[in-house]
């Protein structure tokens, strides 16, 4: 008796459900750096807004010192964002990942709803590491693997 020499497999599906794995980004360093920057930007501007409040409650002086230091947070972190950041480019579509431009972002890019899409960007960068290009949608990740 003869045996075959080919056995027909089990049929696979014809679509199959493919996640793609997020791209290591190339400057992860900077990117977090920042991340970290416009975090205290925020911070620095909630500092300000409480001293102006408290300050105009009470005469205490020491809310004039918050109000300011509140102030140079917020402006020395916002220039130092703006010369770091204008270097840091998606390496597919080349779209700036911490200046938001006016033009159409990605069906995919993150957003929480009442936050723009870069302060979502560096809320999902400072808490899980990763992060998505607003313009073409990227998924990327500052953690590297043993297989990079």
């Keep these: 008796m003869k045996q075959p020499g080919f056995q027909a497999a089990e049929p696979q599906p014809l679509e199959t459900n493919r996640s793609r794995r997020?791209?290591?980004y190339h400057?992860?360093?900077r990117v977090l750096l920042v991340a970290f920057l416009l975090l205290l930007a925020f911070v620095?501007?909630?500092?300000?807004g409480i001293g102006v409040v408290q300050m105009t409650r009470s005469d205490d002086p020491q809310w004039g010192w918050l109000a300011l230091g509140?102030?140079?947070l917020f402006t020395l972190?916002?220039?130092t964002v703006f010369f770091l950041a204008s270097s840091l480019t998606c390496p597919l579509c080349h779209g700036t990942l911490m200046h938001e431009r006016r033009c159409r972002?990605?069906?995919?890019?993150?957003?929480?709803?009442p936050l723009?899409?870069?302060?979502s960007a560096v809320?999902?960068?400072l808490t899980t590491t990763t992060f998505r290009c607003m313009y073409c949608g990227t998924a990327y990740r500052l953690r590297r693997s043993s297989r990079d």
């Design 22 to 24: 997020a791209r290591s």
């Design 27 to 29: 400057r992860p360093g």
């Design 44 to 48: 620095g501007f909630v500092a300000f």
């Design 70 to 72: 509140g102030v140079g």
């Design 77 to 79: 972190s916002r220039i």
């Design 105 to 113: 972002k990605h069906e995919k890019a993150f957003r929480l709803k």
């Design 116 to 119: 723009s899409y870069r302060a």
């Design 123 to 125: 809320i999902s960068l």
